[in-house]
């Protein structure tokens, strides 16, 4: 290697390091600096929801403070201000995940509305009983349960695509499971439960191939993963504002315009509608048609900077970062005696699911509590995920931006408590 590529290289090292030096991030989560049982808090639930930087938290405050009021129907200054803020959040949703324009953001309560709000629409406009839509065996709840509805209420069929003993998923069985009656692929991006990154790509190419559509669920892929909705080739996609550092009751579902246009509303109500009469209404075009009521206005705002804050950390520096995290903590764990990790995918994003001889999931999470240490303990509302790996919970990990290795030393040593307790 000549000296000039040397010194390229470690310039860019270099780079990546100021880019992404965590504990200068650490310094804007102000939650991050307590005492938790006279421990020092480390925060390992972010999967759950990831906490805010100030700078979020001073977004929200600022519209209370300053420009608060209802959107879209005011004429007064407020309004139109507080409106603004309202639809230039929506703006950078649609860079963020690149999608074509704003039109294509439709603001929900979280992932779950969004997907509920697919079954609902798409399911009344597209599905007719025999029809088929495909899952996968690592969903979260909120990917399972509104399909199982519809298929009672609509007469759907629904189809499972196995996964291995790693967590992978069976890309042989996917293939024999979608045929001409396929009219819907939704499927996790990133699975909560065990980490497993899918190949979405591959599953919208496919999918397409039969004319099937693909819904995302993207809950935990955006915190760790660039998202480019395009590129995917995927139909829709949705994420939750409080696991990408942003407030909790908003969400995102971004569609194909032409696609998300053709579906009927899925609630009524006020901001929907282009005129009612007593006889009948007539909606206004996506995204509003999906937006009855007053939406979450200071927690869009929040999103958005939350959005702003992530993008300008840079999305591939967090993955490196959280990516390094997760080879040393999944060395360490491995290195536990009695501790077995769930879910061992070759691609996975920053989340260890673990057991341990001896322990219930539960009490781990308590002993691990009482050091300071805050992780999941259950069925992370992916019980049949549980039910593969032959499990009925386990203790999860799940690691953000501002996690660090010296967080993992302290995990692995609640753990040997853990062990002291119930070995
Ligand atoms: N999908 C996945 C993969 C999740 O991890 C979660 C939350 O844990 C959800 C969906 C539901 O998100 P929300 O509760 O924000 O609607």
């Not at 608060?68 to 005011?74: D, F, L, M, S, T």
């Not at 109500?269 to 007539?282: N, P």
Request: aromatic share 8%.
């Amino acid at each position: 290697m000549s000296d000039s590529m040397k010194t390229a290289e470690v310039l860019e090292g270099a780079n990546s390091m100021l880019a992404f030096d965590v504990e200068r991030v650490r310094a804007d989560f102000p939650i991050l600096h307590q005492e938790i049982y006279g421990q020092p808090l480390v925060y390992l639930d972010n999967g759950a929801s990831a906490q805010c930087p100030r700078a979020v938290i001073d977004s929200m405050s600022e519209v209370y403070e300053t420009y608060y009021a209802n959107v879209h129907r005011g004429v007064h200054y407020l309004s139109q201000r507080s409106t603004d803020a309202f639809e230039g959040a929506r703006e950078k949703v649609a860079r963020f995940i690149n999608a074509a324009s704003a039109d294509e953001i439709v603001f929900a309560r979280g992932t779950t509305e969004a997907i509920n709000l697919v079954a609902d629409s798409f399911g009344r406009a597209f599905l007719e009983p025999g029809d088929e839509v495909i899952i996968s065996h690592m969903e979260h709840h909120s990917n399972i349960v509104p399909w199982q509805l519809l298929r009672d209420r609509a007469g759907i069929v629904l189809k499972v695509i196995p996964i291995d003993d790693s967590g992978n998923l069976v890309m042989e069985a996917y293939r024999e499971l979608l045929g001409p009656r396929t009219k819907l692929v939704a499927i996790t991006h990133v699975a909560n439960s065990i980490g497993t990154i899918v190949p979405v790509k591959e599953v919208a190419r496919l999918a397409h191939a039969v004319g099937a559509k693909v819904l995302i669920d993207g809950a935990q892929a955006v915190p760790h993963l660039q998202v480019d909705v395009q590129d995917l080739g995927v139909d829709f996609y949705a994420f939750s504002s409080h696991k990408l550092y942003g407030p909790t009751g908003i969400g995102v579902l971004w569609g194909r315009f032409d696609l998300l246009n053709a579906l009927p509303p899925y609630q009524g109500g006020g901001d929907m509608i282009q005129r009612v009469t007593l006889e009948k209404s007539e909606f206004k075009a996506a995204p509003h048609r999906f937006e009855a009521g007053t939406p979450a206005i200071v927690e869009a705002v929040g999103l958005g900077v939350a959005i702003d804050y992530v993008t300008a950390l840079g999305l591939d520096n967090i993955a490196a970062h959280e990516h390094g995290i997760l080879a040393y903590a999944t060395a360490k764990l491995s290195a536990v005696e009695g501790l077995e990790i769930v879910g061992t995918a070759e691609d996975k994003a920053a989340i260890v699911s673990f057991t341990m001889l001896g322990a219930h999931p539960h009490d781990i999470g308590t002993i691990l509590d009482r050091t300071g240490v805050a992780v999941r303990a259950g069925h992370h509302c992916a019980e049949p995920t549980m039910d593969r790996f032959g499990v009925d919970a386990t203790a999860r990990a799940s690691f953000g931006l501002y996690n660090t290795r010296e967080e993992v030393d302290q995990l692995v040593e609640g753990l040997m408590l853990v062990k002291e307790f119930f070995g």
